[in-house]
């Protein structure tokens, strides 16, 4: 299914676009291909959380920042307690079809977000959860 | 220098720094090679990450990478430098370009070394030290690393000095050989090179026994424009300006600044005419 996904965007071709999307539909029971898909991230911990994805591949090379960052600049996605929030895949900066997402997870409190956590989800992981992804912060 | 980082990610950022003829701050190419600089870091102001370096164990010319300004104490700096030498997170399984180059994290104590990220110790402190076998952390005596895994400081000791010759001086380039007829004193000139701060020009003759001695002494030194020329002021022992060929040849060399301090380049020798 990667290949044939691959393929849909380095060649031009309504057959092989349908192909791929038929071959989504079939592996990961959803109708949504990966690159346009989007992460809900669902808020399981008891304070705000803030999400940084990142591109596994460039994680490898980021130095993250550890906080506390005030909360109106922060540049990451928050979701509050018991919320949820979409996140597209294509905003994530070099995210490919295939590659996993790294998620920096900040616990926001007193107006600041410090870093408390980080999950790497691989790309079938995200398929089986049906870009799904519930976050939770360990303890203070 | 103009560059506006809003609305900006790290990634564009680091694209813009390092690739060249982009028309985004393409200036930093021709700074880094007038100060044969081997890395180039530029510090920005963006709390998305602490920074990014733009590759892992790179050549000369992938030898750029960004900096917050308020992560300085953070050690980012030097995380991104151990980023660019081959130096890899301790959460970061990939086992190339060194299997030992990882950061460590000790969560009993809950410290981190440089290359170690926070999310694998809930963000413990991070200590101003490399992973390593040859010191223990000094308040607790307790490992900062281990042979297999990690130990960042036999990576940064292997890779000094391929990072020392990233960008290697220009050779001098001679305008005009050593040439001098009767009465004349030998003179020559050559083109200044880029970011050299100083030359020194000297001779070398052979002796009658095999040996050779090297004097720079009593040159007379002009310059016009970016030609530099010099003219040797000493006659030899026996009275006679200085043979050439067989018998002593001349050298210059470059000096160029290396932690504010000028370098000698190699030696150049100019062909004797006469």
Redesign the interface.
Known sequence: MLDALQARHSISGVVVGILALIGSVSCSGSSTDPLNASLTLVNRAADSVGVIAIDSATATRVDLNPGPIRVDVFLGTVVAPGAQETLDLQQISGYEVGRSVSLALYRIRSGSATLAHGMNVSSDLLRKQRFRVELNLPSP | MSYSEAGR????MITHLQQPNDQNIDIVQSWRDSQLAAVVMMFVS???????????GVSAGGAYALT?IS?VP?Q?FA??IG?LAGA??D??A?QSPFAYGHGYVDTQQAFRTIMA????C??CA?LNRWSTIEQTEPSTGRPLGNASFSNNTAVLRLRATSFRDFLTPSPVSFVSQVNYGAGQRPRFSWQGVSGATNYTAFRCETSSWGGSSCASLSFSYSSSGNTFQVEDLMRTLSGAYPPCAKQGRYYVTSFHPVDGIAQPSFSQPVVCLQ
């Open positions: 990610t790290y990634e564009t963006n709390p998305q990450y602490c920074g990014i370096a733009s590759g892992i917050d992560c953070n980012t995380h991104e980023h890899r997170h959460n970061d990939t990220v926070g999310t694998s809930g963000n991070r």
